[in-house]
């Protein structure tokens, strides 16, 4: 019902519903739910749903409960082809972020209910200590692509639209610092072989670095969502 609703708001304001807050945050909490569903088909991991659905559900009642715009765009730079392409990747890519960080705490409830003589009832409907890792793992290394691709599309984009002043744009440098802090996730998984509680406690980090970026576009000059007519 959910991509029924997007699909529907997108045929009524004839575009890709992600140039408001609302829409954004709607599309974003979609992703979100299908991450978690894929994780759920490849790994038959249930227990994550704890974790995703407060927060599915908070993002899908705040996009609900918004003004929709549902009026022309008069933006030509948010009119572009480019524009949803790139935030739609960059949603993708902070989804991988979110899904690694809640296997992260899994895998921190797991250990500490591990070291527990009489574990409480919520350890046993958790997976393997070995699987919760795989699934931060991977789900970083599927994400990594799609933020660097919606970075390039940003940096071409903004470099036509605004000039060299793009750089200095406080969205564009908190873009950059999550794509480095990525990589460090990344590589300290690949080649540094960081497992377990160290590279949860990195996750938490690159979620922060997210949240950063995120809210970089109430701070932009240029990075900002029309607001709802």
Known sequence: FHLVSL??????????PVTTLAEATSLFAFIITAGFLLVY??????SLSVLVFPIVFVMTLAAATSQPALGPIASPL???TWVPVHISFALVGYTALVISFLAGIMYLIQERELKRHRPRTFYYRLPP?????????RTLAVGFPFLTVAI?????????????????????LLSFLLWFIYVMLVYSRVAAGWRGRKAAYFAMVGLVAALASWAGNYLSAHHSFIPPR
């Open 7 to 16: 699909v529907e708001h997108a045929f009524l304001t004839h575009r890709w």
């Open 41 to 46: 088909a490849l790994t038959g991991v249930n």
């Open 78 to 80: 948010l009119r572009a």
């Open 129 to 137: 200590l070995e699987d919760i890792d795989r699934i931060a793992s």
């Open 152 to 172: 390039i599309l940003g940096a071409l984009g903004a470099s036509s639209t605004w000039g060299p002043s793009w750089m200095r744009d406080a969205k564009v």
